[in-house]
């Protein structure tokens, strides 16, 4: 059974930074792209960052380029977020997912993710 468990959100002064891990286990974390989106209360569900397989390609949304790093350790089978320069409108629960697809990219859609953690929640206040 795939298990995705995300940590480090918390209460956050704007400005300041957090880093989010995502613990992966039930499957060869190795082989799949990574994902971390967000979701606002009232707003729908929005892409943050992706990385491929093997680390070396990544993306992100707009609004978080240049502020946000996506990375993954394979060797410990978890995926990090470091958010720096946080915002008021960055406050949401942030969940890890894990790619359908072996070997890809990664993706901007959600869809094309099979797995999803549970979500940790990052507030930032001004």
């Known amino acids: 059974q795939v298990q995705l468990v995300e940590s480090g959100g918390g209460l956050v002064q704007a400005g300041g930074s957090l880093r989010l891990s995502c613990a992966a286990s039930?499957?060869?974390?190795?082989?799949?792209?990574m994902g971390w989106f967000r979701q606002a209360p009232g707003k729908e569900r929005e892409f943050v960052a992706a990385?491929?397989?093997?680390?070396?390609?990544?993306y992100y949304a707009d609004s978080v380029k240049g502020r946000f790093t996506i990375s993954r350790d394979n060797a410990k089978n978890t995926v990090y977020l470091q958010m720096n320069s946080l915002k008021p409108e960055d406050t949401a629960v942030y969940y890890c997912a894990s790619d359908y697809s072996i070997g890809g990219l990664g993706s901007r859609k959600a869809h094309e993710y099979a797995y999803w953690g549970q979500g940790t929640q990052v507030t930032v206040f001004s």
């Open positions: 990385i491929s397989w093997n680390g070396r390609s990544t």
């Open positions: 039930g499957r060869t974390f190795s082989n799949y792209p």
